[in-house]
Structure formats: structure tokens, C-alpha cells
């Protein structure tokens, strides 16, 4: 999984780099830094000059630590066996694959004989997970237990946990640490001109606030390790640089995910060794955990064959979270998909009328959609809220107060019946419209973007970058040209005088027994937009305990674990991230 790591060094110790600068002068830095990330949010059109005056203070702090990291020697290649021995002493099953190199998607796991889809192949006992709870039980609880904002940031727990394993020679998880990457290939890792690229973007937003966040935690948890006294035994008191921690980060951000705990009552954070080596590929969860013998099982997605490369799939993310959070773009993504934020002007004359129309089919009167790189262009949500959006006065009050007004409601989000032809030119003409003013946001057109790509010299970040541009221009260009062609369409009915469909209580038929989403009835299906927004990543922190140190902002690197059980009751479906 991922790419080869680079050619690894010993800890340099007190050379020159620790010379060059005195632990006051450092603190004075990262408290600079510290304060530079818990100011307040920058006014629009400033976030790129913020981002840029961290990344300033940062650059003189790796300059200043450089050479004090602990790393390895050797490649990652090299501890891959190792790596195959600990599981398999460990309990883990080990027979039918292996680990091999597959050229640009980096390592994964290689079937040595045939495995049959739906076979169970592979498993992982807890004790070889790293998890929130083996860290409580860590050299590092102690400060756990003191600390409230480590206690309220379960992700950050497990990146300071992977850290201090690693600078423990005899940490029992030390065989799956040296199989890590050296590096990532995720935004935190570009260089500022690749960043650069992302400028007019959807996702530029994301990256700016996943490097602001990891700088300000970074900035925090130094101080914290400096100067706090449970932390006065941790292997981190002597080399914690902000490299260590964009690693762990990274390690953490491409890989965690939610296991239930021992008992079965909560969920917790975990890294679980050598099944999160598989890649990704389109397809269904077919990852659970077994609560009765305690181990992560994975059966196979389809057949393979020997020598093949054995997937699974990571989840239903767009390539703007593959590549925010995993470090790789998926060409073939069957999931991609761009966030537009709507909402109804509460200045609007009819704002209280179609925020309680919304309000009865379950959606916000503001929210995040998304628009669809596949088939449905948008979803049941997005085509209801736009029409309500979109409804006159008389529309609103007839789906208030009128005749079958539950009915209406009911089938807000089914295309098979329109509000109004009017309503539905409307609609459409305000889609192709908004998604061709976004592309205008962008700096270079599609056929520039494409043209780039060409140049063979072009620097990995780099395409990763105009990849994801690019993917985002072409989602918005379909958007757009489906806006027009359905305007046009029901143009035609209203032309032609065509009788409105009017549901009645035998259509329920074509509200079921259907996958499509456009089919479904709006206050039936769960908000998937305003779901994924909302999703809890960790437990709030106090109010109190806050102290502007994170703006109100959970950590954004690692919050996209799922979680679902199988009817059995006894297995949760998670899925992994490729670093």
C-alpha cells in the first residue's frame, strides 16, 4: 500500500542541527506558531496568504530540527518479511497472499494460490491493532489522563501513540512500524508551488485547513510534551519534530478506523497491521470485525487468482477525499462527486415557507450537496431541495397547506413528478447556471489541465493536483450540460401542454423496490450530504478547554473512517485508506 519508502537514516543525535538552536529559541518559534494557527479564521480571499505565513514559521522549524527525527535504516522492502513473521506469530493469517511490490500503486497484498470471492482470507486478532485503548494502556496514558484535549482527540491519541512505539526499541508493534512509509503523498508533503495548483479549487479549502490543523496540533502537543510532567518519560521529550508528527499524521490519517471496543459498547480508533497493506478498488465493503473471536476479518471481493493483486474497497470517497486523505487519486473513482453549498436567503420574502417545506422532507434550509461524477447527476435530496427552492408562493402554500400536501411532500425528491413544468425549468436553469459559474473560479480550462498531464517531467504532487482539478472541472461541466438539456426537455412539455404526472397511492410502486436514487422518497432516506458533513470525528471538547486552540475545529486529517454493522450484529464494516 502506498509508495516505497525513501532510504532511512539513524537518529543523528546532538549534531549541528541541535547546536544551531536552543530549546528556548525553538519554543519561542512554536509558540509563534502556535498563536499564528488559533487566530481567527482569515476573511475571504486571505486564506492562501495564511496559509503561506504558517507554512513560513513551519519551514524554519524543520530547518531547525533537521537530522533529529528517529527513522530507520534500510528500505521498507527490507522489513516486509519481518513484518509477515510478527503476524503470523501474532495470529494472524498469513497463508494464500503475500506482500509485493505493484509499480505506481505501491505495495499490496498478491494472491500465492487462487482465493474464491466471498472467501474468508484474512484476519487480524486485536492484539495486533493499535488502538485508543492500547494507548491509554502506553507509556503514554499518563498524560492521557491529564490531558483534556488528547482525551477529546481519539486521532491524535493514536498518531502520539505511533510515535512513541516508535522510539521504543522493544515495542512489541516495532515489525508493523517499520513496514510504514517513510513518507506520504498526502498535501501535508507538497511542496508550496504544488498546493499552489489547487488554488480556485473545491478541495483548496480542505487542504489549507488540514495543514493549519496540523500545524496548530503539532505547535500544542510540543509544548504540552515539553513542559508537562507525565510526559517526562516519553521517548517524544527528546525528539518530537514536526516532521515525526506529519508523519504519524499521515500514517494515521491514511490508515485509521473504527473498531467496536472489547465489549462491544463503543467504538474506538485503530491501525490494523498488514490488512491495511490492500489497495483500492471499486467495489463493496467486505471488511468486518468479529466481536466473538475478536479479530478484523476481510473475505475477498471477487475471485483472484494466483498472482494477482488482491483488493478491497475503501468506501464510497470522492477523489478530493482520496486525495486529501490518502495520497492518491482513483482514475475509475465510480464515486466521485464535488460538494456545492446551497441555502435559502433568510432575507428571501418566502424564506420561512420553503425552509418549513424543507423542514417537513427533512432537509436544512442551508446545506452541502454534492454533484455526482456518475449517474444520478444529484441526488433525491439535492433535486428536492431545489425545488423547493424554486417553488412560487402558490407552489410553497400547496405543498403546505393543500390537497395531498403529505403526498407532495412525500415525492419531493422523485423525478417521476415534477412540482411544475415551470418549476422544473427553473430548477434546471439554476443548476447548469451555478455549475458554470464555478467553472469560472478556476484558473486554467479543462484542455490545459489535460495538456499538462502530458508532460512526462511533471512531479508527482503535481499531478495529483491537476488530476484532481481537472476531475472537478469535468463533474461541473456534466453538471452543467445536464442542467441544459433537462431545461430544454421540459421546455418542450411546457410547449406542448403535457399533462403534469400526479402521484396517487398506487405509484408507491416505483418509490420501491428500485435502486435509483432519484426514484426514492425524500423523507425516507437519511441526508447522506448533511450525514457526511456532520459526522462525528471524535468527542467535542469543552468550551472551556478549547482556548481558540482549535477554532471550534476537530481534527479534519482522519474523519473519514465509516462504520456500519452486518445483520448479524456481531461484525462492523470499516474500511481502510491507501497511504
Partial sequence: MGKKSRVKTQKSGSSSANAA??????????????????????SAGKEWEEYVQIRTLVERIRKKQKGISI???????????????????????????????????????????????????????RKMLMTVESAQNSVLGPLYNQDRILQAMDNVTLALHLLCERGDPASFWLPYIHSLPQEYDTPLYYQQEDVQLLLGTQAM?????QYKNTARQYAYFYKLVQ????????????????????????????????????????????????????????????????????RCECVALQDYKENE?????????????????????????????????????KSERLYAMKAEVLARAGIPASCIFSLNGNEPPISAQLLAFL????????ELKDHLLGEHAINKIFTLGNSEFPVSWENEIKLWMFLETRAALLLKTYKTTTEEDISMLEKPDLSLHARLAIQLRLAEKQ???????????????FQEKLEEGAALPCYEESDIALLENTDADGKLPIILRKLEEVVEEEEEEGREIPAEEQNHLLNGDKLEEVNDSEISRESSGTAWLLFVSRC
Fill in 387 to 394: 425545488r423547493v427552492f424554486c417553488m412560487t408562493e402558490e
Fill in 475 to 489: 463533474i461541473l461541466e456534466k453538471a452543467s450540460a445536464n442542467g441544459r438539456a433537462k431545461r430544454l426537455h
Fill in 309 to 345: 493483486q488482491i483488493y478491497i474497497f475503501y468506501g464510497t470517497r470522492s477523489n478530493s477525499e482520496f486525495v486529501i486523505h490518502n495520497g492518491f487519486f482513483f482514475q475509475d473513482n465510480a464515486h466521485d462527486r464535488v460538494k456545492i453549498k446551497l441555502g435559502v436567503s
Fill in 71 to 125: 527513522v530507520f535504516e534500510g528500505n521498507r522492502e527490507e522489513y516486509l518479511s519481518e513484518l509477515m513473521s510478527w503476524a503470523r506469530e501474532s495470529g494472524a493469517s498469513s497463508d494464500g497472499f503475500t506482500v509485493a511490490d505493484f509499480g505506481s500503486e505501491g505495495y499490496g497484498l498478491q494472491a500465492t494460490r487462487d482465493i474464491k470471492a466471498e472467501e474468508l482470507f484474512l484476519w487480524i486478532p
Fill in 205 to 209: 479549502q480542505d487542504v489549507l485547513s
Fill in 227 to 294: 513542559t508537562h510532567p507525565s510526559a517526562s518519560k516519553l521517548p517524544l521529550k527528546d525528539s518530537f519534530t514536526f516532521d515525526d508528527y506529519r508523519w504519524a499524521v499521515s500514517s494515521v490519517m491514511t490508515r485509521q478506523n473504527q473498531i467496536p471496543t472489547k465489549d462491544g459498547s463503543q467504538v474506538t480508533l485503530a491501525l490494523i497491521p498488514l490488512w491495511d497493506m490492500c489497495n483500492h478498488t471499486n467495489g463493496l465493503i467486505t471488511t468486518g470485525y468479529n466481536l466473538e473471536d475478536d
Fill in 21 to 42: 538552536v536552543t530549546p528556548k529559541e525553538m519554543m519561542s518559534i512554536i509558540s509563534e506558531l502556535l498563536q499564528k494557527c488559533s487566530s481567527a479564521a482569515p
